[in-house]
């Protein structure tokens, strides 16, 4: 099969297609014929070399397609199925590959806004379970026009929660669509989210990694009512958890997401496709971070 790879650290220029032995399913695992495959932030960081010392490596954590093969104890899904969920591999980004915890494409979808759910939803739920989000309490969320932050804003919103979120004034009225009250990000943060709530928040999530988690901790009366998934450094100095998926993934977001969005309560757009070939140009467009909505691969 042909996969997305790298053997060296560096630019897009370090991305091949290459021939890989086809994948086979585990136990409790399935076999896909990709379709499509997210593209994340993750995969350019590890490609520079930022968060992973391991040469080659294959790229992707999640896809959708049509199943192809089942293995041992499969018994929910059959041949033919299409599908979307995680690869525990990394290694999504490819014509065939293995699903560790996967799920049926909703109707309404096609692979590629299949294959833009799992990171997002997974990374959102694990945070607003983190946090406790339910209905009746603020949240703010910091960085809330990207794939991970409007997930989170509607996941929250189906919780019950009033939602505040940071954006360009360009996105304004896009996170007003998705049920929560905009803020513009920057200098006078805390004012302008004051004049929303001005008691402040009630929990803070931070998505963006922009450094304003002194401000988030002020808003939401401490460090334990705030959450960053994008800035590591910043927790350790400030004493803000950071959610990172090794301590358990949020896997139960894939089964639920199909009926918010068949009942129109989520949505997540797909910004832009590319073909599998054009992986080195995907990862230019995700590194520049100025997508409003997921980066796929089209794949077969």
């Known amino acids: 099969?042909?996969?997305?790879?790298?053997?060296?650290?560096?630019?897009?220029?370090?991305?091949?297609?290459?021939?890989?032995?086809?994948?086979?399913?585990?136990?409790?695992?399935?076999?896909?014929?990709?379709?499509?495959?997210?593209?994340?932030?993750?995969?350019?960081?590890?490609?520079?070399?930022?968060?992973?010392?391991?040469?080659?490596?294959?790229?992707?954590?999640?896809?959708?397609?049509?199943?192809?093969?089942?293995?041992?104890?499969?018994?929910?899904?059959?041949?033919?199925?299409?599908?979307?969920?995680?690869?525990s591999e990394g290694a999504a980004q490819a014509e065939l590959v293995v699903l560790s915890h996967y799920a049926p494409v909703p109707p309404s979808l096609d692979f590629a806004g299949a294959a833009a759910l799992p990171a997002a939803i997974e990374t959102a739920t694990r945070a607003l379970d983190q946090l406790g989000v339910g209905s009746g309490g603020t949240l703010l969320v910091n960085g809330a026009s990207g794939s991970?932050?409007?997930?989170?804003?509607?996941?929250?919103?189906?919780?019950?929660?009033?939602?505040?979120?940071?954006?360009?004034?360009?996105?304004?009225?896009?996170?007003?669509?998705?049920?929560?009250?905009?803020?513009?990000y920057g200098e006078g943060l805390t004012e302008r989210v004051r004049a929303l709530a001005a008691d402040g928040v009630d929990l803070a999530l931070d998505v963006a990694g922009s450094g304003v988690l002194p401000e988030l901790i002020g808003l939401a009366g401490g460090a334990a009512h705030v959450i960053t998934v994008a800035d590591f450094a910043g927790a350790q100095e400030?004493?803000?958890?950071?959610?990172?998926?090794?301590?358990?993934?949020?896997?139960?977001?894939?089964?639920?997401?199909?009926?918010?969005?068949?009942?129109?309560?989520?949505s997540l757009p797909v910004a832009q496709t590319f073909p599998l070939a054009e992986v080195a140009?995907?990862?230019?467009?995700?590194?520049?971070?100025?997508?409003?909505?997921?980066?796929?691969?089209l794949v077969g």
Do not use: C
């Not at 140009?281 to 796929?296: D, F, I, T």
């Open 238 to 266: 400030h004493g803000v958890r950071f959610s990172r998926g090794d301590a358990g993934r949020a896997v139960h977001a894939l089964g639920e997401i199909g009926e918010l969005i068949e009942s129109g309560r989520f």
């Open 1 to 87: 099969m042909k996969a997305a790879r790298y053997s060296r650290f560096g630019g897009p220029e370090v991305l091949e297609i290459v021939d890989l032995p086809d994948p086979h399913p585990g136990p409790g695992e399935v076999r896909v014929a990709v379709r499509a495959a997210g593209v994340n932030a993750s995969d350019w960081k590890k490609r520079k070399g930022l968060m992973d010392e391991e040469l080659p490596q294959t790229l992707g954590h999640e896809a959708a397609g049509v199943v192809d093969e089942l293995g041992e104890g499969v018994t929910d899904v059959a041949v033919g199925d299409r599908v979307f969920g995680f690869s």
């Open 281 to 297: 140009e995907a990862h230019r467009v995700s590194e520049r971070g100025r997508a409003r909505g997921k980066l796929v691969l």
């Open 148 to 184: 991970v932050g409007s997930a989170a804003v509607q996941l929250a919103v189906v919780r019950g929660a009033r939602v505040i979120g940071t954006a360009s004034p360009a996105n304004h009225e896009y996170l007003r669509s998705l049920g929560a009250e905009p803020v513009a």
